[in-house]
Nanobody
Framework: QVQLVESGGGLVQAGGSLRLACAAS????????MAWYRQAPGKQRELVAG???????NYADSVKGRFTISRDNAKNTVYLQMNSLKPEDTAVYYC?????????????WGQGTQVTVSS
């Protein structure tokens, strides 16, 4: 099992920045990739950004150029730096851990952290 704990959410004005962090514990060696998903009210959960064990990154078109995903393997932590935030970025952001290669489909989820961007 893998446990994921997110932190760093909050309220920010449009144009501002936030950094989310996700600390992983448990069977870390079984994890191939980490990702951030988000779910806005009334919408489906969507992939925001992902990073594989080898550093391959994937971003949703809506966040390219504004968000950056990174990982600190020594701390078993993945980060999501969010710049130039927009009201449409408002959502609950979930950290996810993926066991298998060539997929971003999560096997484990964090509890989520709220990000609210005011206009």
């Amino acid at each position: 099992q893998v446990q994921l704990v997110e932190s760093g959410g909050g309220l920010v004005q449009a144009g501002g920045s936030l950094r989310l962090a996700c600390a992983a514990s448990g069977s870390i060696s079984s994890i191939n990739a980490m990702a951030w998903y988000r779910q806005a009210p009334g919408k489906q959960r969507e992939l925001v950004a992902g990073i594989s064990k080898l550093g391959r990154r994937n971003y949703a078109d809506s966040v390219k150029g504004r968000f950056t995903i990174s990982r600190d393997n020594a701390k078993n932590t993945v980060y999501l730096q969010m710049n130039s935030l927009k009201p449409e970025d408002t959502a609950v952001y979930y950290c996810a851990a993926i066991k298998w290669q060539y997929t971003w489909a999560p096997d484990y989820w964090g509890q989520g952290t709220q990000v609210t961007v005011s206009s």
